[in-house]
């Protein structure tokens, strides 16, 4: 595994990391935990699969969390609040009124210790102490990246609390299989998922389900995806989606396909979790985080993200590529 100087932050390195299996190069930096590229060798062409911004203050400044973990809570939570065993816990407001990503400094924004295994195989950990944007409890948490030898990025996920608490990791890259240089038009995608957890204008889901069969957000069959949503009345004044699918199945299994007739690469998405929210800010890449649903510390309805004193949160995703 190869490592080198990134920058330096109040006097803190950071420092970038490459992973490889001869087929594929992931680069990850210990600020975020953070994943930086993703290139994947197709029929002797390199592609870069993954958006990133060019340097660390860019990453510092930047709100589109690229290829960051998102933590301690990933996605949305209504009034900035929720209650666990009958106290109310005020967090992080960063989005209006709501919490966003983990709040005003989540796990995206902060210096991860990093662990090589292997030249394949790097584990990062990070120590979110009592009271880290309002959440409850010491809770350490590690990631661990690897490329396997099928040619997947895997992402890896545990965490551990000396109180109950609550907990939804994920990763936010931005994937483009026709190659970061070009835009996502005419990808096609396919999401395994017969429900999406229904939104107003603040992007809260209140415990619904919706669905998919007649509406834009109907991928169950791969879908070309197209980046002028101006023809869609429900996603014409965001310009993009945002949506959160309900997976179908249970445990490890293929959730999502991404393919490009361009380059003829072709990204299948596993996971355990239960939901797999995209996202597009631009028209370069589409984020396929798999969690658990927004708001759900909220919603009885949804799976739950209490994390209990001493239990182990786990979890893995893997971005699998045919070549």
Same mark, same amino acid.
């Given at each position: ?59 510092? =400044? ?75 409890? =010491? ?155 927004? =708001? ?28």
């Amino acid at each position: 595994m190869k490592n080198s100087f990134y920058g330096n932050i109040n006097g803190k390195e950071v420092k970038k990391h490459t992973l490889t299996n001869g087929k594929m190069e992931a680069d990850i930096i210990t600020y975020g935990a953070t994943l930086t590229a993703l290139r994947v060798n197709k029929d002797k062409k390199v592609i870069n699969t993954v958006l990133g911004y060019d340097s660390l203050e860019d990453y510092q =400044n930047g709100t589109a969390y690229y290829g960051a973990i998102i933590g301690r809570f990933g996605n949305r939570i209504q009034n900035a609040s929720f209650v666990l065993n009958g106290k109310e816990y005020k967090v992080g407001a960063n989005e209006g009124k709501n919490s966003l990503h983990g709040g005003f400094k989540g796990f995206d924004k902060q210096i991860w210790s990093a662990k090589p295994i292997s030249d394949n195989c790097l584990e990062l950990s990070y120590l979110s102490v009592d009271g880290e944007e309002g959440f409850p409890g =010491n809770l350490n948490v590690t990631v661990t990246y690897s490329i396997t030898d099928d040619n997947a990025l895997s992402i890896e996920y545990s965490a551990v609390s000396d109180a109950d608490t609550v907990i939804n990791l994920t990763n936010h890259a931005y994937f483009n299989t026709n190659g970061i240089e070009d835009t996502v038009e005419g990808l096609k995608l396919q999401i395994l998922a017969d429900k999406i957890t229904p939104v107003g204008k603040d992007l809260i889901p209140h415990g619904d389900f919706r669905e998919v069969l007649g509406t834009r957000f109907d991928f169950r069959t791969p879908r070309e995806f197209i980046c002028d949503l101006s023809a869609e009345p429900i996603l014409k004044d965001r310009g993009c989606f945002d949506e959160n699918f309900v997976l179908n199945g249970s445990g490890e299994r293929l959730v999502a396909t991404l393919f490009s007739e361009k380059t003829g690469l072709n990204m299948e998405v596993y996971t355990d979790q239960a939901g797999l929210q995209i996202y597009t800010d631009n028209k370069y890449g589409i984020a396929l985080e798999t969690q658990n649903f927004p =708001n759900a510390v909220n919603c009885s309805e949804y799976p739950s993200a209490i994390l209990r004193k001493g239990e182990e949160y786990h979890t893995v995703t893997k971005y699998k590529f045919k070549l």
